[in-house]
């Protein structure tokens, strides 16, 4: 026989390996470590300010103008848009892997297009990108003095400036705190003793801060510029502003009309921890930055910080990814180590010798090494899913080299010599490991190519263990025989099976092939009872990562105003801080409109609603994991709102379903469409009425449905044209009394300050003080308010929310005790009964689009990888007999994932069809084995039955080693213990499920299958 040229030069095979090993090693530490693979959203968001205009003008002027350009960029899969008071917000939804640079300049030109018919008053739309990425890797929060505006002066002008000078630090925010002000404060009735108005003591303090250049002056060979200097240098020279002549003739003077004071701006919310006021600094990385590191780099600038503090003052950090993160990659890492050691210990049991299980293990390492070096050229990171493949895989990586130890045992019984053994092993297992791996390998790849979430949360599971796998392989054909021939092993044959086993293995498959249409039949039982077991599971798309984490939203009622929302927080915070699970509180409640981080990031597009609050409760280790943890939120959801005033929401911190504000909102369960808001408000009323009997639902809210009283101001157009007053000139001026119109900055240093003009609180807090507002009428003709406008109580929406260019009301709520695809059914169900009138539908919510893309994206992955293993096989065999043989053993496994799944109360996910995938590929390779072998048998002119019964003992032994050491190397994912079990334990259980049961598929059902495809009177 012709011996491989590189079997006579074993030391250089050595060294190849030892050199990829070796920068794998190098390439480890250099490789960024994340918690997920980059999500990158495929979605844009236009946000247009158009500041004081109601939801309804918004929606009229800004939102609907805009869905007619954005409508037609290319690859727009949904518009969805929110019309809030002052802002307009639309989500514009593409297909994943869409090129959003592309399409962001696309949108960039049809808001160009259509700028002319928006509304002066409005700011240019700003196109914005989400990117998971870009959320905070660690937060600080700074607590001190509630009083005054130092918590936020501190942490704006020493702190952020401190962290933002760190390596890999992009940018801080801020949230929280008290933003100083100068506030110019007028009397009312002085104004109207004056004759004066608001926008005239505004335009005069504008006019009179001022520094202006006014040319440069020529003395003599000089050139001096020449400025105005009119900045106001302090608050004291506001006072004596002059605004105007009294009666007289004599200079008003600013002081006496109004008072000028420091202040803060108007508190719209607020920010704790554990109770204490304080200021919340979200650290942001740079792109492609590792987050362990930039959490550890500002942990050791927190003590020197923390130190320059005034006394009583704190600074500590009260979130951080990066503990999670290094738990969680450290159970995978430890998953590795416990799955290599429980694979070693199968070889020991089987080969009788601990040297042989030293040399099949050493593919091990070799693997993994070579595989981090592929990640790192790939740009592939360490994170829960790369790291999962590996840990997956790692059983795997020994079964080839199980094979080639097996066959070359074998032949050096009876050939003796090392080199010549080695070379016959390898020319009878060659092509059917080649193929084996390559099956495995072609299931995998379609994952490479999915669409929707599951392709970028899977296609780095994908990765690892195709580099793994195939780097095994060559070790397995190359490094292992290359070992064997170096070190010259003359060994007796394998030790023998136990007796027994091996006479009760014989009398079942002898059954086997004197009946093969029963076992099909068993095959068949199997398949259905998989395929039910999988059926009434119920299906979500993905289980919630929460990092020891819960959040809870409190929501009161719309005309509540900041005291109620701080009463409501206080008993919650009170509740939560007693109970034993919880170990520390961070509270978000109202709306923080001054977040330093400005536009771009997703604090800035959701900055909160003025009647919510979101709080993060941190638990104590090892609280609300696992089963207990939907137990936890159920209790703690009864008890907040058993505390009265309030609606109380208990959700996961980790959804990976949903970017931004959907990220920490109930799921989409519903949705309401139609044109008349009223009529989508009384319509979402009912559904919910049927909802709420509905079991399994709870926290159910409809979002767009809510309105809130207001002050209405409704100016008589026959009156103010009479008077020469428009009703801009009433809607300005009536701002500027209310709100404040900021009339310039006070610079001092560093510092820019607001300076804001308004009326002194006594003068707006009571509709009839309004009334007496003064405005400019013809000629300068002194006017009230109350002359061109009636001032009356009413109710308008919150805010408009629209999808596919209709008005929407979306059905929220919690799934419990069952998986969100039956929840949602139930509630399609429940809701159905509610009849609708002509124009108006229900529709499932995003969720639900997102769950049906991805698991039929998984589903048609399946399909494809069935379809290469099928083509490979017929490859490999030259028959298209065969490759149906060991394909009809497959569908059978669907048995053990369905058990695994209704044992431990797991749903049916997009994780369990990837697990599903999986063992497919790997349970593919023993009856490509067995057949093989078959086939050899049957060409050197042995009989078909007793090929099949000796095959099928010869191999029986590698098919359960190799089966037992996959099992076990990705049982102690299975196991789901620690951080990050929540997404790798659904994948790894199933491959395990599947596997065992692939053992009996194999040693079984395949010999039955290649029975009857041999044809009455062939086995003999």
């Not at 794998?24 to 236009?46: A, D, I, K, M, N």
């Not at 990031?601 to 609050?613: F, I, K, Q, Y």
């Not at 529709?843 to 589903?859: D, K, N, T, Y």
């Not at 598929?1001 to 009177?1017: K, N, S």
């Amino acid at each position: 026989m012709k011996q491989p040229a590189y079997l006579l030069r074993p030391l250089g095979i050595l060294a190849v390996f030892a050199a990829l090993a070796l920068g794998g090693l190098f390439c480890f530490s250099r490789l960024p470590v994340e918690l997920l693979p980059r999500l990158p959203y495929p979605r844009l968001t236009v946000v247009t300010v158009f500041e004081h205009a109601p939801p309804q003008e918004v929606e009229t002027l800004v939102t609907r103008r805009l869905e007619g350009v954005l409508g037609t960029v290319a690859g727009v899969r949904r518009l969805e848009s929110v019309s809030a008071e002052g802002l307009s917000q639309m989500t514009l939804i593409f297909q994943w892997g869409r090129d959003l640079g592309h399409s962001a300049a696309e949108v960039r030109e049809k808001l160009d297009s259509v700028a002319d018919q928006l509304p002066r008053e409005a700011q240019p739309p700003l196109v914005l990108h989400y990117d998971p990425s870009e959320a905070p890797v660690i937060t600080l929060g700074l607590t001190g003095p509630a009083a005054g505006t130092g918590l936020r002066a501190q942490a704006q002008d020493v702190l952020k400036n401190r962290l933002e000078t760190l390596e890999g630090v992009a940018a801080v925010r801020l949230n929280g705190g008290l933003v100083p002000e100068v506030q110019v404060e007028a009397d009312l009735a002085r104004l109207v003793a004056q004759n004066l108005d608001l926008g005239t003591l505004v335009e005069r303090v504008k006019k009179a801060n001022l520094n202006s250049p006014a040319g440069e002056l020529r003395l003599g060979n000089l050139e001096l510029p020449v400025r105005t200097l009119g900045r106001f240098a302090s608050p004291q020279d506001i006072p004596q502003v002059p605004v105007g002549k009294g009666q007289g003739g004599t200079v008003v003077s600013l002081a006496e009309v109004a008072r000028v004071r420091s202040g803060h701006k108007d508190q719209t919310g607020f920010c704790r921890v554990d109770g204490a006021p304080a200021v919340l600094l979200s650290v942001q990385k740079e792109p492609g930055a590792n987050a362990v590191e930039v959490s550890r780099r500002v942990r050791e600038r927190l003590a020197p910080m923390a130190a320059g503090l005034p006394p009583g003052w704190g600074l500590k950090v009260v979130d951080d990814q990066a503990p999670f993160v290094e738990d969680s990659l450290a159970q995978l890492r430890d998953a590795v180590l416990w799955g290599g050691l429980l694979a070693f210990l199968v070889l020991a049991w089987f080969l009788r010798r601990i040297k042989a299980a030293f040399l099949v293990m050493l593919s091990v390492p070799v693997s993994l090494l070579a595989a981090l070096g592929a990640m790192y050229l790939a740009g592939v990171g360490l994170n829960l899913m790369s790291i999962g493949g590996l840990a997956l895989g790692v059983g795997t990586l020994v079964d080839a080299s199980i094979v080639v130890l097996e066959a070359f045992e074998r032949h050096q019984a009876r050939e003796g010599e090392p080199l010549t053994a080695a070379a016959s092993a390898l020319a009878e297992v060659r092509g059917g490991l080649v193929t084996a791996t390559l099956t495995t390998v072609s299931v995998l790849v379609p994952v490479l190519f999915l669409t929707g979430l599951a392709q970028r949360l899977f296609q780095d599971f994908a990765f690892t263990l195709v580099a793994s796998l195939l780097f095994s392989l060559a070790t397995a054909l190359l490094l292992l025989p290359a070992l064997l021939v170096w070190l010259g092993r003359r060994q007796t044959a394998p030790a023998s099976r136990p007796p027994a086993e091996a006479a009760r293995y014989r009398l079942a498959l002898q059954w086997t092939l004197d009946h093969p249409l029963p076992a099909a039949g068993l095959g068949l039982l199997a398949l259905a009872l998989g395929l039910g077991g999988l059926w009434v599971r119920g299906a979500a798309l993905l289980p919630e990562v929460g990092g020891g984490r819960l959040l809870v939203q409190l929501r009161l009622p719309p005309e509540s105003g900041l005291p109620l929302l701080t009463q409501a927080v206080d008993r919650a915070e009170g509740f939560l801080r007693a109970r034993p699970e919880v170990a520390s509180i961070v509270t978000r409640a109202g709306v923080d409109p001054h977040d330093s981080g400005g536009q771009g990031g997703d604090l800035g597009l959701d900055p909160g609603r003025p009647h919510e609050a979101m709080l993060t409760v941190h638990l104590k280790p090892g609280q609300g994991l696992g089963r207990g943890a939907e137990a936890l939120r159920t209790s703690l959801r009864q008890e907040l709102t058993a505390l009265g005033g309030l609606e109380a929401e208990v959700l996961p911190a980790g959804n990976l379903t949903e970017p931004g504000r959907e990220a920490w909102s109930p799921p989409q369960l519903l949705r309401l469409m139609g044109d008349d808001l009223d009529t989508l408000v009384e319509l979402s009323g009912k559904v919910l009425a049927r909802l709420k009997d509905v079991p399994g639902l709870a926290g159910l809210v409809a979002d767009g449905a809510s309105k809130s009283g207001q002050l209405q101001v409704k100016v008589d157009r026959e009156a103010a044209a009479a008077q020469g007053v428009n009703v801009t000139q009433v809607a300005q001026e009536l701002r500027r009394a209310v709100q404040g119109e900021v009339a310039g900055k006070l610079l001092q240093g560093d510092r820019e300050t607001d300076i804001r003009v308004r009326l002194q609180p006594a003068d707006r807090q009571e509709p009839a003080a309004l009334g007496e507002l003064p405005l400019q009428g013809q000629g300068g003709q002194a006017l009230r308010l109350r002359q061109v406008a009636n001032l009356h109580p009413g109710q308008g929406p919150q805010e408009i929310l629209r999808q596919e260019r209709r008005r929407t009301v979306l059905i929220r709520g919690q799934v419990t005790g069952q998986a969100f695809s039956q929840g949602q059914e139930s509630a399609l169900t429940a809701a159905g009964q509610v009849e609708l009138p002509a124009g108006y539908e229900l529709r499932p919510g995003s969720q639900g689009l997102a769950l049906s893309e991805s698991l039929s994206s998984l589903g048609a992955a399946l399909g494809l990888s069935l379809m290469l293993i099928y083509v490979i096989l017929v490859v490999q065999f030259e028959s298209l007999r065969w490759p149906l043989v060991i394909l009809l053993a497959l569908p059978p496994l669907s048995l053990g994932p369905a058990l695994a799944l209704n044992l431990t109360g797991l749903p049916l996910s997009a994780l369990v069809l990837l697990g599903s995938v999986v063992p497919i590929g790997m349970a593919v390779n023993t009856p490509i084995l067995l057949v093989d072998y078959t086939n050899q048998l049957r060409r050197a002119g042995m009989a078909p039955a007793p090929a099949l019964l000796q095959a099928a003992q010869v191999r029986r032994r590698p098919i359960v080693m190799t089966t037992l050491t996959t099992v076990l190397g990705a049982l102690p994912l299975a196991l789901g213990l620690g951080a990050g079990a929540d997404l790798a334990q659904p994948l790894a259980l199933t491959v395990v499920a599947g596997l065992m049961i692939s053992i009996a598929a194999t040693l079984l059902l395949v010999p039955a299958l290649y029975r009857l495809f041999l044809g009455r009177g062939a086995a003999r």
